[in-house]
């Protein structure tokens, strides 16, 4: 069983910067692609970013590129996400995925429980 848990969210206000960490355990965090996704208040849950085994690819949904950087850590099994320049429609509850593949395919086994991100205006 994976165990997936996030820190970092907050209250920041509109163009400030904020930095997520997902913390993992229980199975070999290098070997598997890792993704940050978010769900905004009456909003089905969306993609933001992910990340292969080894940060050779990374991909990002439009609305956060240029903003947001995924990154991780295999030494410490963490994977993180930069936020900058953060908007108001950036506020929502964020949650790190773990992949099945150590590629990223779009598909997650395991995910944590979230952490809230607030950006007022």
């Known amino acids: 069983q994976v165990q997936l848990v996030e820190s970092g969210g907050g209250l920041v206000q509109a163009g400030d910067s904020l930095r997520l960490s997902c913390a993992a355990s229980g199975r070999t965090f290098s070997r598997y692609a890792m993704g940050w996704f978010r769900q905004a208040p009456g909003k089905t849950r969306e993609f933001v970013a992910a990340?292969?085994?080894?940060?050779?690819?990374?991909d990002y949904a439009d609305s956060v590129k240029g903003r947001f950087t995924i990154s991780r850590d295999n030494a410490e099994n963490t994977v993180f996400l930069q936020m900058n320049s953060l908007k108001p429609e950036d506020t929502a509850v964020y949650y790190c995925?773990?992949?099945?593949?150590?590629?990223?395919?779009?598909?997650?086994?395991?995910w944590g429980q979230g952490t809230q991100v607030t950006v007022s205006s």
């Open positions: 990340i292969s085994w080894n940060a050779g690819r990374t």
């Open positions: 995925a773990a992949g099945s593949l150590p590629i990223i395919n779009g598909k997650y086994d395991y």
